[in-house]
């Protein structure tokens, strides 16, 4: 199980950072990433970290402003947003690949379980 938490709204330039628990061995042995979905847009890849750490990939979109990062020992990855623009609005859901890859997964379809979301509402 998978569960987002640090969603909310925030004015254009603001910072967010999105929490994403998970239980058992699950987020140890997997690569974590997150997705979103924007209004009226398919879900799109944000970011995403290797099983030890060692690998990340963002999207072109976001980068430079979002971070990802994760904490094994409290079985948590984050994704630190900063420099907000209105269209980071979305629902942000974090994924699981389950194995000890090096390289990283980018489409959905490689994603073996996936949060329920949360709301990001950047204003302008």
């Given at each position: 199980q ?65 971070t ?50 949360t ?6």
């Amino acid at each position: 199980q998978l569960v987002e938490s640090g969603g909310g709204l925030v004015q254009a330039g603001g910072s967010l950072r999105l929490a994403c628990a998970g239980s058992g061995r699950m987020l140890i042995d997997s690569t974590m990433g997150w997705f979103r979905r924007n209004p009226g847009k398919e879900r799109e890849f944000v970011a995403a970290i290797n099983w030890d750490g060692g690998n990340l990939d963002y999207a072109d979109s976001i980068r430079g402003r979002f971070t990802i990062s994760r904490d094994n020992e409290q079985n948590t990855v984050y994704l630190q947003m900063s420099s907000l623009k209105p269209e980071d609005t979305g629902v942000y859901y974090c994924a699981a690949e389950l194995g000890r890859f090096t390289t990283i997964s980018t489409v959905t379809n490689r994603y073996d379980y996936w949060g329920r979301g949360t709301q990001v509402t950047v204003s302008s």
